[in-house]
């Protein structure tokens, strides 16, 4: 157990994570240089694209240190967002240590910050690493100065590198084997192992990624999981190098990977606690949160023929991602689709990339909405997060909105403009302190809803990109809520319908009638697009009648070609929705709802 | 099919057959490919050639009339299009005319049309025209203002024009025709006003008003794609579009088709409408379609390659269709939109077995209550907002056919 280490990455993103995990792999081995290729831990293509990573991915290094001995290197791989929160969490619970990784040329940031607040919660070492000292641009002395004075970490004890041509990777390693504590626990104890993470293999099932505590796991063993209680018998257990590798049994101290007939994800609960059954732990390990879905949003599928289509990705995706909900979802406008949950925004977009990726999907996306809490005249409590199912006017005798602290780090000089948007979005208890010289951390009070809108594109334009956001949960507070339907020539389309709170109920109708008109064609007659609450018009925009969609000649030559020409337009014509008499392009609700971080 | 295939002429339909055997009711077309000089707008096959191809086309014509002898059809219409018709000798129009009936199946009272360039008419060749046979004449005049004919690389002028249009109106044609273009950037709907306004003041008994266009491979559709040219927005030609058919209808010329307007029935255009209602028609000469027995046919486009073909003996076809059903039923809608006649809602049953007020009412009844199409006892046609959005409604039906079954048509 003396030479195993246990250790995360922490980084802004940007910072070079992937790279420098890269580079560990490498050095130690683990991949032969033909099988490797960039960022080989972020499995998906969306992680490789944005450069950042969803799912957690860990492996096991074999690194033979100075020292002559060979030490098993567990590198947890985090997820490097806010939505993830939970599984950074679990992630860091697995570990002992962490480095953190700043880059020589852009310094110390607000993510770096929050992350090492995160880290330290759990008591991790650290481990400061400058990366990309490579750079024309490093400036390795004023980024050890904000080590110390930013994050209040011994900058001496920083280790130089650079991710990119490997120099300096040997050293890291070094540090990891000298300064980040073994594992503690006893491997004859009884067993708690914590589920960091879990993968879904088609042939195998679930492959439960675990830290063993206390105890050792064993192939033949019955185990529980204590907070569902769920009973199974490991099959095997193994090392995740590059491939899983089976073994023994799993000690305390280990960080590895448990098959025992799980067949989904979802079947499991991320967090749980893993004990022998015949001889159970007394208490579950502490850190356990379900993951719950705070952001709500209908898909359809384009094209109504390709719902099975969906259903079936759907049904696939919940396989390895235990956060998704959904449950069947039907719109006038749109048809069949489904209602899912997320953890968050990001969380939303990484699903309809998957969708749209993985399974070729063409998707609507209805607004996405929060989970409101309604107190009916009758003394009943409903909870909402779809517009359609929000009760008469009437039936209603108040309602709460979900509130979260949020937390924005940037330059000082933005700090006005930050609280005025805050303001803007019915932020409370606005404050701000100094985190270093010219580094301010502002937090606000505010409605998730507020958040969902557009509000990520303000922030990065009124603090020209310096400024970092991230947020947590905080309760429920009363709000004074409205459901705003959108008419096209008094016909209500049922998928553009949103529940927001009164004082905005006019701009965002407003808003939405405006992407209507400019994506609805003209039909040849006016079409009138109104917002309305109840009965009450509160927006309104018309769409002028003429327009003209016929060829000037059309002769002996040209029906051929025409009909082609009209057959392409008509497959094209599936993506259109009547509501009324009025045809509606699906682009056009693609735009009206497509949220603005697009 | 191959070029040598020796019968083009499929099968007899046992279904269809009673309409086209006997009845002269079928279209003969003729492509003129030649011009003096190429207008930038124009995407017909045209070239411009000396006597030698010339002549040499006029000989591949009468030759590939005469690869069709036992062709089940009977001519009603005779039309020379193009390119420009009027520049060829009208020596070598009466020997194609001569021919085409020596060859082919043509009723001796058949409509002949011809499409001529201002700048060809005079009181010599009008007589000779006449005398041929010709009966129809649609003079391409496309604007009464110089400017815009400079801009259309017209080589002739409003004067041209006018002396022309006036010489074949009282030259004795059954009927006139001028061709007018409109959409032309920087021109005021006052400005097309004017035209129309002149057109109808010469008295000719039929216009055909065209939609100024950028088709791909144009000179004008490049100058629009590297925009050197803008074309107009959706809302000013709708606007002109509905101006030219409210003016005409105000002077008594009839909108009866998205483009044609005639000041009574009689001067419709008998063989374009073939076109639009799926009667059997042959087209000879470089690009000209066939539609016969169900099957369409095309030539090939390009003089040269066509002429080789037919100088070996085989038909020019460069490649061949047989629609399905439902491709035929989208095209009657396509088709049947574009005239005032609209849809005969019993052929189309006959034709296709399907019945739209039963498949699709909801449809119709949408289209009814917006005012784009009305009943009209077994017709269904469009009103003058339908017209401008013919395409919209051809492809607002729904018509389920398999694609393997296949309609039945003369």
Known sequence: ?598 | MTQSDPDPVPDPDPESGTETDSAFNAGLYVHVPFCTSVCPYCDFAVTIAGEERRSAWVDGIIREAALYPDLSLGFDTVYLGGGTPSSLDAEQIGRILDELHRHLAVDQRAVCSLEVNPEDVDPRSVSTWRDFGISYVSLGVQSFDDRDLALLGRRHSVDDARQAAEILCSAGFDTVSVDLIYGLEGRSPEHWRRQLETAVALGVDHLSCYQLTAHEGTLFGRRVARGAVTELGEGELAELFFLTHELLADAGYDGYEVSNFASTAEHRSDHNQKYWDHTPYLGLGPSAHSFVGGRRWWNHRKLRHWQAAIDAGDAAVEDEERPSGAQLALEALMLGFRTTAGIDLERLHERFGVGLLGTNGDVVDRWVTSGHLKTDGARLRPTLTGLAIADTLARSFEIGWTPTESGSLP
């Not at chain 1, 290729?37 to 290094?61: C, F």
């Not at chain 1, 290197?73 to 997820?79: A, V």
């Not at chain 1, 025409?562 to 392409?568: G, P, S």
């Open chain 1, 1 to 598: 157990m003396d030479q195993v280490r246990s250790f995360c990455i922490i980084a802004h993103i940007d910072h070079g994570k992937s790279t420098l995990a890269d580079r560990l792999i490498q050095h130690c081995g683990a991949v032969e240089e033909r099988e490797f290729r960039d960022q080989i831990l972020d499995s998906m293509d969306i992680e490789r694209e944005r450069g950042i990573t969803i799912k957690s991915n860990t492996v096991t290094l074999d690194y033979t240190a100075r020292d002559a001995k060979t030490y098993k290197l567990n590198l947890i791989d985090t997820p490097g967002h806010v939505d993830f929160s939970h599984e950074v969490r679990r992630s860091l619970m697995s570990c002992e240590g962490a480095l953190l990784l700043v880059d020589a040329s852009q310094g110390v940031e607000a993510q770096t910050v929050a992350n090492l607040y995160l880290a330290l919660e759990h008591d991790l070492e650290m481990v400061p690493v400058i990366n990309k000292i490579d750079l024309p641009a490093a400036d390795v002395e004023r980024v050890k100065e904000e080590i110390e004075e930013d994050l209040g970490l011994d900058a001496n004890e920083s280790v130089l590198c650079s991710a990119k041509t490997g120099e300096g990777i040997e050293d890291v390693l070094e540090a990891i084997v000298e300064r980040l504590p073994p594992p503690t626990g006893d491997p004859d104890g009884p067993l708690q192992a914590l589920i960091f993470d879990a993968q879904y293999d088609p042939y195998r099932g679930a492959v439960l990624l675990v830290r063993v505590m206390e105890g050792t796991l064993r192939p033949g063993q019955s185990i529980q999981l204590m907070h569902t209680n769920k009973k199974y018998n490991v099959e095997e257990v193994g090392l995740l190098k590059i491939r899983k590798m089976a073994t023994e049994g799993l000690a305390a101290g280990m960080v590895g990977y448990v098959i025992a007939g799980v067949k989904a994800v979802s079947d499991i609960a991320i967090g749980d606690t893993i004990t022998d059954a015949e001889a159970p732990a007394p208490d579950p390990l502490p850190g356990y949160k379900e993951a719950k879905p705070v952001v709500f949003s209908s898909i359809y599928p384009m094209s109504t023929d390709e719902y099975q289509d969906l259903t079936k990705a759907l049904e696939k995706l919940k396989l390895n991602d235990a956060a998704l909900t959904y449950e069947k979802d039907s719109s006038a406008a749109l048809g069949f689709g489904f209602r899912c949950g997320f953890l968050g925004l990001l969380h939303l977009e990484v699903v309809q990339e998957r969708l749209r990726r993985e399974y070729d999907l063409s998707l609507i996306l209805s607004a996405p909405s929060v989970r409101y809490k309604v107190y009916l005249t009758d003394g009943q409590e409903l909870w909402v997060d779809n517009p359609s199912l929000y009760p008469d006017r009437g039936s209603i005798e108040g309602a709460e909105e979900p509130f979260i602290k949020a937390a924005v780090m940037m330059p000082e000089r933005y700090v006005g403009p930050v609280m005025e948007l805050c303001r803007e979005r019915r932020g409370e208890n606005t404050t701000f302190s100094y985190l270093a010289v010219g580094r301010v951390e502002l937090t606000s009070e505010m409605p998730l809803a507020e958040v969902l809108f557009d509000f990520y594109d303000r922030l990065k334009s009124v603090t020209q990109g310096y400024g970092s956001f991230d947020y947590e949960m905080l309760d429920y507070r009363p709000t004074d809520l409205v459901k705003v339907d959108i008419l096209v020539n008094g016909e209500p389309v049922d998928a553009l319908s949103q529940l927001v709170h009164t004082e905005k109920a006019r701009a965002r109708a407003l808003h939405y009638c405006e992407r209507l008109a400019d994506t609805i064609p003209k039909q040849q007659f006016k079409i009138a697009i109104q917002g309305a609450v109840g009965g009450d018009i509160i927006a309104r925009k018309t769409i002028n009648a003429y327009r003209k969609d016929v060829t000037a000649k059309c002769y002996g030559g040209d029906i051929t070609r025409k009909r082609k020409l009209l057959e392409k337009q008509k497959k094209g014509k599936k993506r259109m929705k009547m509501v009324g008499s009025v045809e509606i392009p699906q682009s056009a609700f693609v735009a009206v709802l497509k949220t603005d971080r697009d």
